[in-house]
């Protein structure tokens, strides 16, 4: 498939039509075929009322209307297939388009890091890419069938009207701009009233999705029937909204259509004296009915421009909301595990967007193989240090692996680096072993085994393709660490940050699992931020954190030197093993 | 109350009119003076034509009453619009609280099972479909074909032959419209099914979108989505051809029917001649009549996919509505009755329980927990312990044996009381949109404001909250707080109504020593006349709390 408009420009519409030229040629040939051939059909029934007239009047008999009736029926079905072919390459060309722009949008949402994603409210982003591409492709099919079935009509009409008689035609075209200036008039209301309604439906989409998805929340306080009363309001703010929104783009087409109608008058009475003799043409009853049949469909047409009209506006709120996120889509390459090396981090410090540092004077150094603990209360920067690790935030001082420095990667070969899992699991609504392996060709039972998972899932009815529910919510959150961790392993990267992802499980568990983690490993640094310390003399080295100051050491050391860490460490431990007893 | 048990798309139309009459009566009259007026206009020009063709002059006020007609149609026709537009609105409304309010008598176990997004889609996507219907103008198609009637009767007394050919045409438009409709109703619902998946896997990716950086996953995750719009790319095409084949078919059925008319009363034979009653005014308003009819079924046709996705629509709304609800609870129960000195806080007999049949979690499971006491809950992970919460918490019926609050079968207990008698601290903070007032209070009203700094004071949280720009007035987002101060917020969630009985789903799991130390002795102040029930929770042994091993 070829993209390259698209995929250079795709926050212009016009890449979007360029890109799609051959189904728009169908469209326009069999456009300019059927709008054109749309006049045959007046044309064709006064003929036959004419005709009908002569054979009463004796001047032709049955073979004429034979044959008129023949052409009539061959032209109105050549014209009408031409329809069917524009009509449906109008709709595959919006299908493309539909296509295409949620394939950018996915892109971009899909490259976009969690620090920007956290800022804006998934409602939102859910309607954008949804509801406003939808809207917006439907403008654009919408524009593109009314050039033809409304602009080269029109433009048909009006020819054909100026072919009989130029002065009443004139005459008779005062009216239908009256419409369209009405139209105009109201275009600031409709736009207006057409934000509005789109916002309040943003708001309603938050709320619906709150709603569902914090029902068991809900539920277990007992406030559901709180939260449908404010779902109420937000259902009357929007029925309000819509309603002040759409009712202008229904209301008027009948009306503008009135305004045009008026012409009629001046067909009435100037055509019928052109058909009695002493007008400003000469005619007969057949001109005069597809004179009056091709008024009446211009006016209905030009009641249909204004109505077009709106609806491209609609588009243009939805396209201008989303043409900001549709960027180009960065191609993408391969992952590619870096080699094993040496972790080495230098006076370190790191603060929040110009805030005060929340550490600083952090230096250690890793070989591989080697699992180094992270703890201290809360708030004492744990997990910025894991921020700064991954560069989410900026940091001062240096962080080198193999002798790179990190925050000078391009994000991309910075994963190739660092693995990451935290205490989210980050588990996706599919089967057991999509989740571990996704698309990697493996066998996920060792890995299933390493985190002492794989007895548990071989119990359950559909196995390793058992799936687990939005989130994981079919499995214990124990389940839910296990299975991550066993997907990270699956991933092995020579940098492995683990922060908290432990603490699901019982101390047994636990243990099991850090022994096995041990030996997978053994290529890697791993940095283990936990608040359970009891596995902490085992580890190779300890980071202490608190107040902005940090500590390294071994475990011994560690407990010689800060008094608070031998303090919570001596506490924990008295907490015993109470849990390996089931 | 009645109108709660209606189910469906009737159910909420029965509602609706039944509310607002006026509005339902309006309609009706602007939809039949509609009708009437728009049969007008061409008696007028079937006179005007026949006066032409006696070569007369049109009189100026037979002209002039055209234009009236006209416009009499149009300013009913916007009439109508206007107020089915408000109609169509109620109408969605009505929808929206019905499915609603259908959540809140779902049984817990369907949170669990159903994809919010597809849940979501239901409210959102489903409902849009039903709205479409009237903005689109759709019902005032429909409306119209109320003229094709009128049509036919006027034709009959006029022109009977044409009446004839017209009644033997429409079994026929009537098969072809339903095997057309048929066909694009199936796609219509495999593309909905493909567009919640993809729904679905937007919230999903945003969800886990660090996993994905740093699997390189980006391509995976991509190929999935394309899969889900490839998908809904194909039924779109298939629902396209049956919607751009439609209306050219109708309308070379409409000339051929002209062609039809036009050679019987050609003809030349007297017979036939006068069945058709031909004059050339009948046949130029024979024309415009056969357009008449011909042009509701073509305008349907041109909306047809949208009267389809309404129709698939409708159904997948009516099929969440039917949907099995929780079992009624007790109303009757109130708090103060409930508390009652001589029975146990919490009580489980002989209880067996399983989500799935034939998989049992726990087995004859029994144990008693008395007012004020403290206890633990034991056992490795996946043994159960959630799930003795998830019975305490009755959302759902055990098995076999009886899981008893002050007596009382914990499943039937009502909503109105569980906030006052159950502070449960989930695994993971729930964010809810809304202040941090509104983080503890949960938007429940009886709530105090001095309550929720109340409990926001005894778990340690209130210094950080005050420091705030706007304190409990500022405005939630996910990165307002550390995963710590999340958790000391659940807690404060949890215990700002006062509840009897506290329920610590694995909380310490989520806390470091420090906070735990905090929470543990405001905990410790409220347990004299408060009984607490916990996970996992290591140091609680050593402050006195009982382990109930399972």
């Known amino acids: 498939m070829k993209q390259t408009d698209i995929a250079r420009r795709p926050d212009r519409v016009a890449s979007y039509f360029r890109m799609e030229w051959a189904t728009l040629l169908a469209v326009t040939l069999s456009g300019v075929f059927y709008n054109t051939g749309l006049l045959a059909g007046p044309w064709f029934e006064g003929r036959l009322t004419q005709c009908l007239l002569d054979i009463f009047g004796g001047e032709k008999d049955f073979p004429d209307m034979l044959r008129l009736a023949g052409a009539y029926v061959a032209v109105i079905a050549a014209v009408q297939i031409a329809r069917y072919i524009k009509r449906l390459y109008v709709r595959r060309f919006a299908n493309h388009i539909n296509r295409d722009m949620k394939r950018v949008l996915y892109g971009n949402l899909i490259h976009r890091n969690r620090a920007d994603l956290e800022g804006e409210n998934i409602g939102s982003i859910m309607t954008k890419a949804i509801s406003d591409v939808d809207a917006c492709a439907e403008g654009m099919r919408k524009f593109t069938t009314e050039v033809f079935d409304t602009g080269v009509a029109l433009a048909g009409y009006a020819a054909l009207l100026f072919w009989y008689d130029w002065r009443l035609a004139l005459l008779s075209l005062l009216f239908p701009p009256c419409s369209y200036f009405i139209a105009e008039k109201m275009k600031a209301v409709v736009q207006r009233s057409g934000t509005a309604a789109q916002e309040s439906r943003g708001r309603l989409s938050a709320a619906t999705l709150d709603r569902v998805s914090s029902a068991s929340t809900y539920r277990v306080f007992g406030c559901e029937s709180q939260r449908d009363r404010a779902y109420e309001k937000q259902l009357e703010d929007y029925e309000k909204a819509a309603v002040r929104a ?61 109505k077009l009209f709106n609806a491209v506006q609609k588009a243009e709120i939805s396209w201008k909301r989303i043409k900001p996120l549709m960027r180009p889509v960065p191609m993408e390459t391969a992952a590619e595990p870096a080699p094993a090396g040496k972790l080495e981090v230098e006076n370190l410090s790191a603060a929040y967007s110009g805030g005060t540092p929340i550490f600083r004077g952090l230096s250690f150094k890793a070989e591989p193989g080697q699992i180094i603990g992270v703890t201290g209360p809360v708030a004492c920067g744990k997990s910025t240090l894991g921020k700064a690790i991954l560069c989410e935030i900026p940091y001062e001082g240096s962080i080198r692996f193999g002798g790179k420095e990190l925050s000078d990667l391009p994000s991309e070969r910075r994963w190739d680096i660092v693995g990451y899992l935290g205490h989210d699991p980050e588990l996706m609504s599919d089967t057991i072993r999509n989740n571990i392996l996704l698309d990697d060709e493996r066998s996920p039972e060792p890995l299933l085994e390493a985190v002492c998972l794989g007895r548990e899932i071989a119990e359950m009815p559909d ?7 939005t989130g994981g919510v079919r499995l214990s959150g124990g389940q839910q660490a296990r299975l991550a961790l066993a997907r990270t392993l699956g991933h092995p990267r020579p940098l492995l940050i683990l922060d908290d992802p432990f603490s699901a499980l019982d101390q047994r568990t636990e243990r099991e699992v850090f022994e096995r983690l041990r030996i997978l490993t053994q290529d890697s640094v791993v940095l283990l931020f936990s608040h359970r310390l009891y596995l902490f003399p085992e580890l190779d080295q300890v980071i202490w954190m608190e107040d902005g100051q940090t500590l390294v050491g071994t475990h011994k050391e560690l407990m010689r030197v800060s008094g608070q860490y031998a303090a919570l460490y001596d506490l924990q431990k008295g907490g015993g093993d109470h849990e390996a007893e089931a | ?42 008696l007028v020009l079937e006179r005007a034509v026949n006066l032409l063709t006696a070569g007369n002059n049109i009189p100026f006020a037979l002209a002039l009453l055209y234009v009236a007609l006209t416009f009499l149609t149009g300013l009913l026709d916007a009439t109508r619009e206007s107020l089915l537009i408000v109609f169509g609105q109620k109408i969605t409304h009505g929808l929206r609280s019905a499915l609603c309010s259908k959540l809140s008598r779902l049984p817990s176990d369907a949170f669990v099972k159903q994809d919010p997004g597809a849940a979501v889609s239901r409210f959102v996507g489903d409902v849009d479909t039903v709205e479409a219907l009237f903005t689109s103008g759709i019902i005032s198609m429909v409306a119209d074909g109320g003229k094709v ?167 997948r709304i009516d099929e969440f509505l039917a949907a099995d609800e929780r079992w009624e609870t007790d109303a009757s129960i109130t708090l103060d009755s409930l508390l009652r000195e001589d029975v146990p806080c919490v009580e489980l007999r002989d209880v067996t329980f399983g989500y799935d049949e034939g998989a049992p979690v726990l087995r004859d499971l029994s144990f008693v927990v008395r007012d004020g006491e403290q206890a633990t809950l034991t056992g490795r ?147 004299e006349h408060r009984t607490v029930l916990s996970i996992s929770h290591r140091l609680y042994q050593q402050t006195g709390g009982r382990q109930i091993s399972i």
């Open chain 1, 463 to 469: 196995g390793i393709h058992t799936r687990i529910g």
């Open chain 2, 149 to 315: 009637i009128s049509i036919l009767a006027i034709l009959f007394v006029k022109n009977r032959g044409l009446a004839l050919v017209l009644l033997v045409l429409t079994p026929l438009l009537f098969l072809f419209t339903r095997q057309v409709q048929k066909r694009m109703l199936a796609a219509q619902l495999a593309n909905r099914v493909a567009v919640e998946r993809a729904t679905n896997h937007v919230p999903e990716t945003i969800r886990c979108i660090r996993t994905i950086h740093a699997l390189h996953k980006e391509q995976y995750m991509c190929k999935a989505y394309e899969r889900h719009i490839q998908d809904s790319y194909d039924a779109v095409e298939k629902a396209n051809f049956y919607d751009a084949v439609y209306s050219p078919v109708i309308l070379i059925a409409s000339a051929l029917t002209v062609a039809a008319v036009m050679l019987l009363s050609a003809a030349g034979i007297p017979a036939v001649q006068s069945f058709f009653g031909m004059s050339v005014g009948t046949a130029a308003a024979v024309i415009v009549y056969i357009g008449s009819v011909f042009a509701p079924l073509e305008s349907v046709g041109m909306e047809i996919q949208t009267i389809q996705s309404a129709v698939a629509g409708v159904r």
């Open chain 1, 246 to 306: 759409n009712i202008w783009v229904a209301a008027m087409p009948p009306l503008y259509q009135a305004i045009s109608m008026i012409s009629t008058l001046f067909i009435f009475y100037f055509g019928g004296r052109n058909v009695t003799g002493g007008g400003w043409a000469n005619w007969d009853i057949a001109v005069f009915a597809t004179f009056l049949s091709c008024f009446t469909k211009l006016s209905v047409k030009s009641a249909k421009a204004a």
């Open chain 2, 1 to 42: 109350m009645k109108q709660r048990h209606e189910r469906g798309l009737a159910g909420v139309l029965r509602t609706v009119i039944g509310r607002s009459k006026l509005l339902t009566a309006a309609i009706v009259m602007a939809v039949v003076g509609a009708v009437v007026t728009a049969l007008l206009p061409p």
């Open chain 2, 381 to 527: 992970t996946g043994a159960g312990k959630s799930t003795v919460f998830k019975l305490l918490l009755g959302q759902y019926n055990p098995a076999h044996g009886q899981v008893l609050i002050y007596g009382r079968e914990a499943s039937q207990l009502p909503d109105t009381v569980k906030r006052r008698l159950f502070g449960y601290v989930e695994q993971s903070f729930r964010l809810v949109p809304g202040t941090v007032l509104d983080q503890i209070t949960l938007f429940d009203e009886s709530i105090s404001r001095a309550a929720a700094e109340r409990a926001a004071v005894t778990v340690g949280l209130h210094e950080a909250i005050s420091a705030l720009e706007q304190g409990y007035d500022t405005p939630c987002g996910p990165s307002l707080f550390s995963q710590g101060q999340w958790q000391l917020l659940s807690i404060a969630r949890a215990i700002a109504a006062e509840p009897k009985l506290l329920l610590l789903d694995e909380m310490t799991a989520n806390l470091d020593a420090d906070t735990e130390q905090t929470v543990l002795t405001a905990l410790k102040n409220a347990a």
